[in-house]
């Protein structure tokens, strides 16, 4: 059933007690249900939210990915824009639905650090990790440079940030140049397989990585003018041996 | 290992010769750009000029022409940026046929916007460390060169926010330590290569007036003898005294640690 529910943000307090919340999450390894389920409607720690979309508290997600279809009709360009700093809101949307971000191994819940739940729009490199904003606005930003092979950033379980993706965000540089994520998704997108990634696309200090092609992103852009998504063949022309093992026969 | 691109002899587009006006006002953003790099001969007329607005991972291009068509000033328009506001400007020459750049301006901010204190400078940044940093099982470590303000690196696998930066215990076990290694790097390691660095005034400034210490080397010594260095390691031994003085560290209680002035924990 599901329980339509208006977006709010957290205030300086409540940002302060969903830290607590963690903190006891680690150390019960309880999901303190009751308490989360307070924290969200708490007028205390608590604001509205001008013209604040609703969202389904009940909706489980299957994938990243699905977690990026159900919101981005919901949160349109303006909205994104309008709350690229709302450190409260984009909080209070992981603690809605912090059971999904939440990994549970042999019966421990492995609770991610803080900064994948409390959003710090100030630092970029904290600001990726977090489980809705980061992945809503890298989604954005990547959308624009390519239609397919999103799914290979995106891909497995709400709470993964996985070796690829971070490779890739780990500089802002590599995120900016089209032609550059173009270039990654030909090297590394296995539409048929399960992680949507050649295997050994993310592994570190190997030749032909995305690791390797993350390291090169700032001295390319220092040394080439190559941009836009329709000019990353050029990109790929350039590429030095070691990625011939990712290239395979491919052409472009 | 790592593929390096060849160096291709890129010049630098000085801020004296592109500066970016942001329009007051105007929404979305658009910027008038007022250059005088065209007239250089290290660029062909043919040559290819864009304007790039950056802010995080967004970044919008506007096509600026060729070198050889390049008005002294041009409007540009940024759709996609509500306004100006965190914006910064690159400005990219390059050879149309090779994509080869030839002149970068990296990074430009708009000229008519004054500095606020906000956006001043911190004499100390803060920075995760990267891979290059090495900093194997170390939380911190003070990146210090000649030619850049030197930076405090703390662990991106043992921190994952700047907060226990800024507590107290941070302060009072770390930053004094931090401020002994700068002063020892700029005015001692650092003279007999040439002088002090240029950042180092600043490090001088803050010692003299905010700390209150005196005798900082106005300049570097001819040759370096051990009375120039007991002298200065007693500089540096009285401005860290006065660090910790200032902030009152010895107030600064840290469990299991420290024990309170009658005897206990």
Known sequence: ?252 | MAFRFNFTGRKRVLEAEAKVHVIKDAKPLKVRLEQSFSGKNIYSPDDHVMLEAIRRTKLRRFDLGTVGNLQPETIADFPDFPDGKEVYYRLRIFDPATHVLKGLAKTLKDADKEQKPTDMEPLLPVALSQPEDNMGSLFWKVRLDQNNNPVLVISSKKFNSYEPVKSAEFKALVQPEVLRQVLTYAFILSAPAGGFPEWSAKWRTYVSVNLGVRGCPESAPDSMDESYITEVSKWIEDAVRAFADHFNLSGVSIKNLTTTEDGNE
């Open chain 1, 1 to 252: 059933m599901s329980e339509m529910t208006k977006v709010r943000r957290f205030n300086k307090a409540g940002i302060e007690a969903v830290r607590q919340l963690l903190v006891k999450i680690r150390a019960d390894n309880d999901l303190h249900t009751e308490e989360a389920k307070a924290l969200l409607t708490d007028k205390l720690l608590t604001d509205e939210v001008k013209n604040a979309p609703e969202v389904d508290l009940e909706r489980t997600f299957t994938s990243k990915m699905d977690m990026i279809g159900y919101f981005t009709p919901i949160f349109d360009d303006g909205f994104m824009d309008r709350h690229q700093k709302d450190a409260g809101l984009w909080t209070w949307l992981a603690v809605a639905y912090y059971k999904q971000f939440l990994k549970s191994k042999n019966s421990i819940y492995q609770v991610a650090t803080d900064c994948c739940w409390i959003f710090d729009p100030e630092e970029y490199r904290f600001s990726r990790r977090h489980f809705v904003a980061g992945t809503m606005y890298l989604h954005r930003d990547f959308g624009h440079a390519v239609s397919d092979g999103l799914e290979m950033f995106f891909a497995g379980e709400p709470y993964l940030f996985g070796g690829l993706l971070d490779a890739i965000t780990y500089k802002e540089e590599f995120t900016r140049i089209p032609a550059m994520l173009q270039t990654a998704v030909w090297l590394y997108y296995k539409p048929d397989s399960a992680k949507k990634v050649k295997p050994g696309a993310a592994t570190q200090d190997k030749p032909g990585t995305v690791r390797e092609l993350a390291r090169m992103a700032d001295q390319f852009a220092m040394t080439y003018d190559i941009f836009e998504t329709e000019d990353a063949g050029k990109l790929w022309n350039l590429l030095p041996a070691q990625f011939d093992k990712f290239k395979g026969d491919a052409k472009h």
